[in-house]
């Protein structure tokens, strides 16, 4: 499975942000696809979690009702959506994804990123004040 992560870049305090993920070598399945970001000095972090059998969703509680991730099965993206960006949002997004035979799988790899198995680049997103 290969990640490439694009759509990061500077916004202003209020605004919002599409990131996407362009799946390649992802075969229809049972997969965790996710989202996590790393700030500037921080751990990197779960922000956001698919399970593409259910198509269940699982955010991070800090980041729930701001940030709406999904898949688009015909371009075969994953895609965050981020509203109401503040300051704090700054950080190298990542997308990443692993095998899964359960939601409750997807729900622990959001709060342990070693359990993910691929990883793109990252897409940096700067939020100003």
């Known amino acids: 499975v290969q990640l490439r992560e694009s759509g990061g870049g500077p916004a202003q305090t209020g605004g919002s942000l599409k990131l996407s993920c362009e799946l390649s070598?992802?075969?229809?399945?049972?997969?965790?696809l996710a989202w996590f970001r790393q700030a500037p000095g921080k751990e990197r972090e779960g922000v956001a979690i698919?399970?593409?059998?259910?198509?269940?969703?699982f955010y991070a509680d800090s980041l729930k009702g701001r940030f709406t991730i999904s898949l688009d099965r015909a371009t075969d993206s994953l895609d965050l959506r981020m509203n109401s960006l503040a300051p704090e949002d700054t950080a190298m997004y990542y997308c990443?994804?692993?095998?899964?035979?359960?939601?409750?799988?997807?729900?622990?790899?959001?709060?342990?990123?070693?359990?993910?198995?691929?990883w793109g680049k990252g897409t940096l997103v700067t939020v100003s004040a």
């Open positions: 990443a994804a692993n095998v899964a035979n359960s939601g409750d799988t997807c729900r622990a790899s959001l709060i342990d990123k070693e359990k993910m198995t691929w």
């Open positions: 070598g992802y075969y229809y399945g049972h997969y965790c």
């Open positions: 698919f399970f593409t059998s259910t198509e269940s969703t």
